[in-house]
């Protein structure tokens, strides 16, 4: 169910305003070169998400924003379509990871093609949002699962 709650604010925050204010860089997570696995470094990152989580009286007022990158204009149709897939597994990989060691803030997920650079890290963000952004994050979060 949780899954699917993250997925439906995902779905409803990007199609909001997927706009990050007031974000505090929390670092990256690196894959391999066509691997949806991330490694010992970006398990460490995570755990240290978890740690500031748990600890951080501010955690209620935001969400995580999880973004990766990748050219949308390099090789053909179907490379375009393996790395929209392999964007979306990698997130899923960190989100799974994070929900299932009880991470328990928002979880927004962002994937942006229009980039010249090529990079293989998923950026973690915390962004602030206030009692009115939460407001409408919810109020769209109930339209978006109706279009489920």
Known sequence: MLKYITMIMSLAVLGANANCKGS???????????SSYFDAAGTA???????????????????????????RNA????????????AERRIERVKSYLINAGFGAMMVSRIRTAVDTESRALALQWCKASDEDQGQMLADASVAEHRL
């Open 24 to 34: 505090t860089e929390l670092g990256a997570v690196n894959f391999d070169k066509n």
């Open 75 to 86: 090789g053909d149709d179907e490379l375009q379509k393996y790395n929209m897939w392999l």
């Open 45 to 71: 990152t995570l755990k240290q998400l978890l740690e500031t989580q748990q600890t951080s009286a501010d955690t209620g007022n935001g969400y995580l924003l999880l973004e990766f990158a990748f050219n």
